[in-house]
Nanobody, 127 residues
Framework: DVQLQASGGGLVHAGDSLRLSCGFS????????MAWVRQAPGKVPEWVSA????????FYAGSAKGRFAISKDNAKKTPYLQMNSLIPDDTAMYYC????????????????????RGQGTQVTVSS
């Protein structure tokens, strides 16, 4: 079974940066698309970003465009989310997941996903 563990969150000020990473245990990491999804208190989860298994294509939700960068190191079995110019609206629990690229880019509701989504990491941005 695949297990995921996001890390790298924290309490930062607006304008700061964070890099999230996700520990992956299991087989064939290189065959998995990876996605990041976040959920703020009292809100439904929302897609943040996704990357194809070979890193050939990336997707960003509107709020992440121009500020976040997703990457995937297949040798280290680790996906990353570099977040720059953070704003208070980025405050949420962030999770990595194995949701397929097609699902994320089609806007499939993340709360209905059945794919692996491990323990999240909290990002809090103060103004």
């Amino acid at each position: 079974d695949v297990q995921l563990q996001a890390s790298g969150g924290g309490l930062v000020h607006a304008g700061d940066s964070l890099r999230l990473s996700c520990g992956f245990s299991g087989f064939s990491f290189e065959n998995y698309d990876m996605a990041w999804v976040r959920q703020a208190p009292g809100k439904v989860p929302e897609w943040v970003s996704a990357i194809r298994s070979d890193g050939s294509n990336t997707f960003y939700a509107g709020s992440a465009k121009g500020r976040f960068a997703i990457s995937k190191d297949n040798a280290k079995k680790t996906p990353y989310l570099q977040m720059n110019s953070l704003i208070p609206d980025d405050t949420a629990m962030y999770y990595c997941s194995t949701d397929p690229w097609e699902e994320v880019t089609a806007g499939f509701p993340p709360q209905l996903s059945t794919y692996t989504r491990g323990q999240g990491t909290q990002v809090t941005v103060s103004s």
